[in-house]
């Protein structure tokens, strides 16, 4: 090491020249570095919905969910399978192993349901397999409002703002939410049809074969081969209206003579509003490695100009944009970076103002050096990683202060400036190498946490370890080249005045309180060990918690109404909702969804798909004011609670990975009744529990439906074909894209058959549809008897079992451990019938996998710093007594916790580790030197007390340094970081106290009496 630093000093050019590249490369990355609100990972989970209208939801699931799960089930790497069938639609999750491939486990199911696909039911509208992303996050969401403009230009109009967004460069893919589509609508006469005994299902097979585009053959002509077809798509409404249905008895019957045909639009199924203004959403997700703030520059000069475009009567409405969250983000951290960096440089005061000077330049060669390994290693800079730097700032001068100071002390002994750089630092860089070895151990860990929190707090650790190995290399080879050009010649014995008493007050104070310490060292033990108990003793008090709420100004409310609602009932509920929220301060806007959720504008939370039954608002705020924007929300859900028959859910947007629900309880067993009661009594358990708020039971309710009672004998006996009922009564009320339109413009418009929209859900209209038999058009009433039947709303299923799962929220001010552990005592005494159970989801479950990637984290950061200070010391007694100083640091993080209120959450954990490090790097200093001056023949007593006095200074240096560093993370009241910083900076103010006492009284009892 003593070579590294002599290269250093004595070759000065190309030390000089290598640092300017770092620092050029260091600013060149910072420049170009992609920054982004939160860290982009792909989530190993995929998603397959099917659509079958009609289907209820026990057909559905022995038809289309069994089936596709088995067919999943046979992939590797699955942890969880869970399915959710309802009226009509089928969506099955499939999570694989945080480990596997995502990219490559949605290939595998793509290919699954591929194969498949054959052997399901014919009337499938939609087999769609999705994947998720933390990239494919919209940053935008923009609306266009049109005021007596017709569904087909506003539609129009989002295509062409679609197609402008897309050629962006960096868009990843926009898309259209909440349009109006428009269709070439064939509205069935069934009065007609019934006159001339034609089933519905002859119309719709008509239109099939005249609207196909068939390839009929080849002709050859000379040397040039001709393929042969009919015309397929429809360019004229006279050309379907024209269309033969029937042709017998001289008789011509065409689709005019039974059905009308005129443009109109199809029936709404998502129904959006900007600020309580019909609109259309139109949103953008970007390619990964792009800068979002380049992406927003270049998206809203295309806005701008295609606003231009736009008559009067035509809005564009700018909603949600992310880098308006990223910018907040990156100044409030760029911010406490700068407080940071200052109270840095106050604390290095005691070193002079030239020793001060040369630590400082190691900051900003270490960090460049940072953001260049971040860069690229593929990260993007984002709040983890800039709250990593923030943390290595009180970490990465350690180092360079140590080196500094030794060197510092040798010049004061009279040698010359390069003697005392050299000879300084070889005297300390075993030590100091030791130091940062144990520092890096202990973050190394973090970076193969298994499970999203893993993957989400990643850039973190890397951008740490990068800094901080960056600032060992810097204190080795360019402090040492600094500091022999720098740091006086001439250095007074005693130092500057600050140092002079600092010194004099560690010389008055703390050697007489060593003293007494070392006279009963196993009180001085037993008095910390107490302490460490105590400490102990507070956590069931602290609670646990997993990731806070993300304090971005923006917040969901979700409504959900009985399964069987009509849309225009959810719609209604939205709109009293939008009023509701209207009256909070500080709105900027208000995006409502009725039936489908919102677009996904946060990493961790995926829209619902259609449903009738569900609406969705995405509200922004001007600001998040913190405490008051959080009662103001409790005072909107004390409004919302009045709307009747709905269930109306505010959530703020959470860090860390997706979770269903911050509480849930899942129940598994094979009947649907036995688990509908045993989910009424775990609800009111819930419901009944302090704490717990928006409990959502979904088999509160049945679902009523209308059963059309077939008779088989009769359908066959009248020569029904198999299936021929299901088709005339979906093609009847639901309608059947039979066809396309092409219109001039080369835009293609579904050609769709069904009843007239008025009325066309009334009972009375099932008299009307008829159905083929062996003699022609049969009516449905001589084959079917309709009457009503309940089933359940939906069927849940968990690793295909069917299953079911009761959520709820946390109210302010509880805290959602406790609340669990409440429900759990609970639940404990509730009696189960044979073959169900009961499961905890939610937070904890997410926690306790986390936590245990944690605790093999702690033991590999553990077991490697063993191994390197044994490397150091060959002494297992030697070790012990540097590593008894952990407890101590515990100590204070427990108690900082406590005071400030926040819990053993997954980022205090990770501060409880970084702490380990550095206590233990702070403990090294001292047993090092104490191990060098025995070795120069100082009595074991009068070598503690010397290196304790000594090496107090570049200790209290190095925490007070960390301390100011972590500072601003710690007050900025950020949920994710500050208990973080608080674990740290509590854990260094006990470990800097006590470890001054207890670390030389433990060194007293258990360090060898001889050393080598």
Not at 301 to 330: C, H, M, W, Y
Not at 507 to 514: E, G, I, N, T
Request: glycine letters at 8%.
């Amino acid at each position: 090491m003593g070579n590294i630093a002599a290269f250093s000093v004595r070759q000065w050019q190309f030390t000089l020249v290598l640092f300017a590249m770092l620092a050029a490369m260091g600013v060149s990355s910072l420049l170009s570095i992609p920054r982004a609100e939160d860290p982009s990972f792909p989530i190993p989970t995929v998603l397959v919905v099917a659509v079958l209208p009609g289907a209820d939801t026990i057909d559905l699931e022995k038809q289309v969910t069994d089936p596709l799960e088995d067919a999943i089930d046979s992939l590797d790497d699955i942890t969880k399978l869970t399915s959710r069938t309802r009226d009509g639609v089928a969506v099955i999750t499939v999570e694989f192993d945080w480990s596997a491939d995502a990219e490559r486990k949605y290939d595998q199911v793509v290919r699954e349901v591929n194969a498949i696909r054959p052997t399901l039911p014919a009337g499938l509208v939609r087999l769609e397999v999705k994947k998720f992303n933390t990239a494919l996050t919209n940053f935008m969401q923009v609306a266009l409002v049109g005021d007596g403009v017709s569904a087909l230009e506003l539609r129009k109009r989002a295509d062409d703002l679609r197609d402008i967004i897309d050629r962006v460069p960096g868009v990843w893919e926009s898309e259209i939410w909440g349009e109006e589509r428009t269709e070439v609508r064939v509205a069935i006469d069934a009065g007609r049809l019934a006159e001339l005994r034609l089933p519905v299902t002859a119309v719709a097979d008509a239109l099939k074969a005249e609207g196909a585009a068939v390839p009929l053959g080849a002709l050859h002509a000379g040397e040039r081969r001709f393929t042969v077809k009919t015309e397929g798509d429809f360019d004229t409404l006279d050309d379907i209206a024209n269309t033969v249905v029937r042709a017998a008895d001289g008789r011509v019957v065409r689709v005019r003579d039974v059905a009308e045909v005129t443009w109109a639009a199809d029936e709404a199924n998502h129904i959006a509003r900007f600020s309580g203004k019909r609109a259309v959403f139109i949103t953008a997700n970007q390619k990964p490695g792009q800068n979002i703030f380049d992406l927003k520059k270049a998206t809203y000069q295309a806005l701008d100009a295609f606003e231009r475009t736009l008559p009067p009567n035509i809005q564009l409405e700018r909603g949600f944009d992310q880098s308006e969250n990223v910018a907040k983000r990156l100044s409030t951290l760029f911010r406490d970076f700068a407080i940071a960096l200052g109270l840095v440089l106050v604390t290095l005061i005691p070193l002079g103002l030239r020793a001060s000077l040369v630590v400082m330049l190691a900051i900003p060669l270490s960090l460049a050096i940072g953001v260049t390994v971040l860069h690229f290693t593929g990260f993007t800079l984002n709040q983890l990683s800039i709250a990593g730097f923030v943390l290595s700032l009180g970490l990465l001068v350690d180092d360079s202060i140590v080196v500094t100071e030794n060197i510092a002390r040798h010049l004061r002994m009279g040698k010359s400036r390069e003697e005392a750089a050299i000879e300084g630092t070889r005297q300390i860089a075993v030590a100091v190498l030791g130091c940062t070895a144990t520092l890096l151990l202990a973050f190394l860990p973090l970076m193969f946490l298994p499970e999203g929190s893993g993957k989400f707090i990643k850039s973190l650790p890397v951008s740490v370890l990068a800094t901080v190995a960056a600032s060992l290399f810097v204190a080795l080879t360019m402090i040492p080249f600094l500091a022999a050009r720098i740091l006086s010649r001439h250095e007074d014995p005693e130092g500057n005045k600050a140092l002079q008493w600092v010194m004099g007050a560690i010389h008055a104070v703390y050697r007489p309180v060593l003293h007494r310490a070392l006279e009963r060292p196993g009180v001085t033990v037993l008095i910390a060990s107490l302490l460490f108990v105590g400490s102990i003793a507070l956590v069931p008090r602290i609670g646990f918690s997993l990731f806070p709420p993300a304090d971005i100004p923006q917040f969901l409310i979700e409504i959900d109404l009985p399964d069987g609602a009509p849309l225009a009932e959810t719609d209604k509920a939205v709109r009293f909702v939008e009023e509701q929220v209207k009256q909070m301060p500080d709105v900027r806007f208000v995006m409502a969804n009725a039936g489908h959720g919102n677009p996904r504008i946060y990493y961790n939370i995926s829209p619902r798909e259609d449903d009738p039954t569900h609406g969705a608002i995405f509200v922004g705020l001007t600001q998040w004011k913190g405490k008051q924007s959080t009662a103001e929300l409790d005072k909107l859900r004390t409004r919302l609670a009045a709307y009747p028959g709905a269930q109306i859910i505010v959530r703020v947007f959470e860090n860390g990975p997706p979770i269903e629900a911050p509480i849930a309880v899942r129940i598994l067993g094979p009947e649907l009744p036995v688990l509908k009661e045993l989910a009424a009594k775990v609800t009111a358990i819930i419901e009944g529990t302090a704490g717990s708020r928006d409990v959502v039971n979904p088999l509160r309710l049945d679902r009523t439906d209308l059963d059309l009672g077939i008779d088989l004998d009769k359908a066959g006996v009248l020569g029904v074909p198999a299936g021929a009922v299901d088709r005339a009564v979906r093609l009847s009320l639901s309608g059947e894209a039979v066809a396309t339109y092409r219109e001039s413009d080369g835009d293609d418009y579904p050609v769709t058959l069904r009843l007239p929209m008025e009325g066309r859900h009334e009972l009375d209209v099932l008299a009307d549809i008829r159905v083929p038999g062996a003699a022609g058009a049969v009516p449905l009433s001589a084959i079917s008897d309709p009457h009503f039947i309940t089933g359940p709303a939906r069927i849940d299923r968990f690793n295909r079992e069917r299953a079911v799962t009761i959520t709820a929220f946390t109210a302010t001010g509880f805290n959602t451990d406790r609340v669990t552990r409440a429900i759990g005592e609970q639940l404990s005494a509730l009696a189960l019938p044979p073959g169900y159970r009961l499961m905890t989801g939610g937070e904890a479950e997410s926690r306790s996998r986390s936590f245990a990637g944690l605790s093999g984290a702690i033991l590999v950061a553990m077991f490697g710093i063993m191994a390197v200070l044994i490397l150091e010391f060959r002494s297992f007694a030697t070790t012990a007594v540097v590593a008894g100083v952990i407890p101590l640091g515990i100590i204070g993080g427990m108690v900082a916790l406590f005071v400030t209120g926040y819990t053993l959450s997954f980022t205090a954990v990770i501060g409880f580790i970084a702490l380990i490090g550095i206590e233990i790097k702070n403990s090294i200093l001292l047993v090092d030197f104490t191990t060098q001056l025995r070795r120069a023949g100082t009595p074991l007593k009068a070598a503690i007390e010397e290196a304790g006095e000594v090496r107090f200074l570049p200790v209290l240096l190095t925490s007070v340094t960390a301390i100011g560093g972590l500072l601003p993370l710690a007050l900025g009241g950020s949920g994710l970081y500050s208990p973080l910083a608080a674990v740290i900076i509590g854990g260094l103010i006990s470990s800097t106290v006590l470890s001054r006492l207890v670390t030389p009284a433990m060194y007293l009892l258990l360090a060898p009496k001889e050393v080598d």
